[in-house]
């Protein structure tokens, strides 16, 4: 590499040769001006020479941070749940709407930051003030794209993980007691989807994986379910995707009444599947339709609330029957590790991290417990 330094007007500028273009021959040229003197721009072009010889140099690229994201959504596609691709796009089109024309490569920290704070405040031409959640959703986005800019040589730098997200409080969410799980599993004793709340209450599985079963990942006798896929809700549209995470795709054991429960209704889906003849849709489901088709996730937590109102419950969400499972679990002794397995959680410490609201009660029977052990 061969450089050099020369005056243009009142100001500096380097030059610096880098070979050639190995597709079409021609020398290649790196230059820079505006420097107010010699030493200023010999000290660019040291900068500049040492980053090529290292690999780290990153040429100038007009790209903007809208066509950036736009591109890596596009890489993201096939990459990811169509559920987590739409998060991102909804997250990172309030990016493009404040700094979509800034280019990437100029894209500053303090840009990021104003952006959040805005968010916070004025919320957005789409609607009010975003949640602290909602934004740290957005950053978690954002972080993400340009990371991969930054390892495909477009920045030199990941701006974002030099941003803090803002802080989010965890949300408190209210579980039904045991004797509330009784009272709603003998209110729907005759509901053709008992089956289906019982697997939910028994389970801890998400919403989506047990309207996702197949019969064919279903073992009455050996007492098993494998979750093995999830079906979600996208813009409306009900789709199929992978379990949330690596960890989600499981094996759950089941107790002697949620075997008899799958049996009954297994029973029952039979006789609906001779009365619709020809109209079944065969997609092997446990649970379905009256026509064998998919359940819709919205409309059947429409039902389930309902249900529970009927009982005469606390109003808690479909979700939460995942949490009552946990809460129970937990209180009942057992062990955050199996719990964790069973929820599909990446580790245990998020069990815990979730269920903390746990932790006094079975702190204070520990202490009663091992203290009994020797006791005199």
Not at 55 to 65: A, E, F, H, K, L
Request: charged share 30%; net charge positive.
């Amino acid at each position: 590499m061969r450089g050099h330094v020369r005056k243009r007007g009142e100001t500096w500028s380097y030059w610096l040769d880098v070979g050639r273009d190995p597709a079409t021959g021609r020398r290649r040229q790196r230059t820079k001006g505006g420097f107010p003197t010699k030493r200023r721009a010999e000290e660019a072009l040291t900068v500049v020479m040492s980053s090529l010889g290292e690999g780290t140099y990153i040429s100038r690229d007009p790209q903007t941070v809208s066509e950036w994201i736009d591109r890596w959504l596009a890489s993201m596609a096939p990459k990811v749940r169509p559920s987590t691709l739409r998060d991102y796009r909804v997250g990172l089109a309030r990016v493009k709407e404040r700094l979509g024309n800034v280019r990437l490569q100029e894209l500053r920290p303090l840009d990021i930051e104003e952006m959040y704070a805005g968010l916070l405040e004025n919320g957005h031409r789409f609607g009010g003030a975003l949640a602290p959640k909602t934004v740290r959703n957005l950053h978690i986005a954002l972080r993400r794209s340009l990371a991969d800019a930054e390892r495909f040589g477009l920045v030199s730098r990941n701006v974002a993980t030099l941003v803090k997200a803002p802080s989010v409080t965890r949300r408190e969410f209210t579980v039904w007691t045991a004797d509330d799980v009784r009272t709603f599993l003998a209110s729907v004793s005759d509901d053709r989807l008992n089956a289906l709340y019982r697997v939910l209450i028994a389970t801890g599985m998400r919403r989506g994986e047990a309207l996702g079963l197949r019969w064919s990942s279903v073992d009455l006798d050996g007492r098993r379910l494998n979750v093995e896929r999830a079906l979600t809700v996208v813009d409306s549209e009900v789709m199929w995707s992978a379990p949330k995470t690596a960890r989600s795709r499981r094996s759950i054991s089941i107790d002697p009444d949620t075997v008899a429960a799958l049996r009954a209704h297994r029973k029952r889906q039979l006789v609906e599947r001779v009365a619709a003849g020809d109209a079944w849709n065969d997609e092997g489901l446990v649970f379905c339709n009256e026509l064998g088709g998919t359940l819709h996730p919205d409309r059947f937590t429409r039902r389930f609330v309902s249900a529970s109102k009927r009982a005469g419950l606390p109003t808690i969400r479909l979700h939460d029957l995942r949490h009552t499972w946990a809460t129970l679990a937990l209180q009942a002794g057992i062990h955050p590790k199996i719990v964790s397995e069973r929820l599909g959680h990446a580790t245990t410490g998020i069990t815990l991290d979730i269920y903390s609201h746990v932790q006094p009660s079975l702190d204070a029977e520990a202490a009663v417990v091992v203290a009994d052990l020797f006791a005199g």
